[in-house]
T-cell receptor, first 114, second 115 residues
Framework: GNSVTQMEGPVTLSEEAFLTINCTYTATGYPSLFWYVQYPGEGLQLLLKATKADDKGSNKGFEATYRKETTSFHLEKGSVQVSDSAVYFCALTPLSGSARQLTFGSGTQLTVLP | KAGVTQTPRYLIKTRGQQVTLSCSPISGHRSVSWYQQTPGQGLQFLFEYFSETQRNKGNFPGRFSGRQFSNSRSEMNVSTLELGDSALYLC??????????????FGEGSWLTVV
């Protein structure tokens, strides 16, 4: 079946530090890949997505590149801010079958200190 | 454009009771799905509805059910509540698009506490 593995947290960084959150997946074919972010007490917000190999998703300074050869979709940001403190989820939808069912990783808690 | 709207946002129920949660999808979205989020199990898919029909179902007991109305609004129901049902229940909507590019948008969630 499909699965997503995220680096375990929590991750604590100082403001302006570089962020990487690792994500690898197992799926048949070419799934679509997503990063969602959840701020305290809120639902999930779509951060970025990529739908085919070598695609780069980007938003709000965050980037992730769809790497088919390593089945990875690592999230990066060059300079984090305190306001980036949240839980980040990597997820996929399969190419075939239900494209409306997300499989999530376990989430990575990020805390950015001023 | 309004996002996915869920009601109520917070509720407390007693073991053995039942609960109904409501979700209004983004205008034009006909697919509605539900997820349960707990600290121990993370985010788990409950079920998905399209055109008032359940199309996919996750691995949850029959106490968890849902339905969708002709205007795409959806409700989920949990009967005979157990302490372990305490969770954030998230509703999501999307266009009915197969294959790449289908994006799923989430509501703020309904926080259910069972005491």
């Amino acid at each position: 079946g499909n699965s997503v593995t995220q680096m375990e947290g929590p991750v604590t960084l100082s403001e302006e530090a570089f962020l990487t959150i690792n994500c690898t997946y197992t799926a048949t074919g070419y799934p679509s890949l997503f990063w969602y972010v959840q701020y305290p007490g809120e639902g999930l917000q779509l951060l970025l997505k990529a739908t085919k190999a070598d695609d780069k998703g980007s938003n709000k300074g965050f980037e992730a590149t769809y790497r088919k050869e390593t089945t990875s979709f690592h999230l990066e940001k060059g300079s984090v801010q305190v306001s980036d403190s949240a839980v980040y989820f990597c997820a996929l939808t399969p190419l075939s079958g239900s494209a409306r069912q997300l499989t999530f990783g376990s989430g990575t808690q990020l805390t950015v200190l001023p | 454009k309004a996002g996915v709207t869920q009601t109520p946002r917070y509720l407390i129920k007693t073991r053995g009771q039942q609960v109904t949660l409501s979700c209004s999808p983004i205008s034009g979205h006909r697919s509605v799905s539900w997820y349960q989020q707990t600290p121990g199990q993370g985010l788990q898919f409950l079920f998905e509805y399209f055109s008032e029909t359940q199309r996919n179902k996750g691995n949850f007991p029959g106490r968890f059910s849902g339905r969708q109305f002709s205007n795409s609004r959806s409700e989920m129901n949990v009967s005979t509540l157990e302490l372990g049902d305490s969770a954030l229940y998230l509703c999501a909507s999307s266009l009915d698009v197969q294959g790449p590019g289908n994006t799923i948008y989430f509501g703020e969630g309904s926080w259910l506490t069972v005491v």
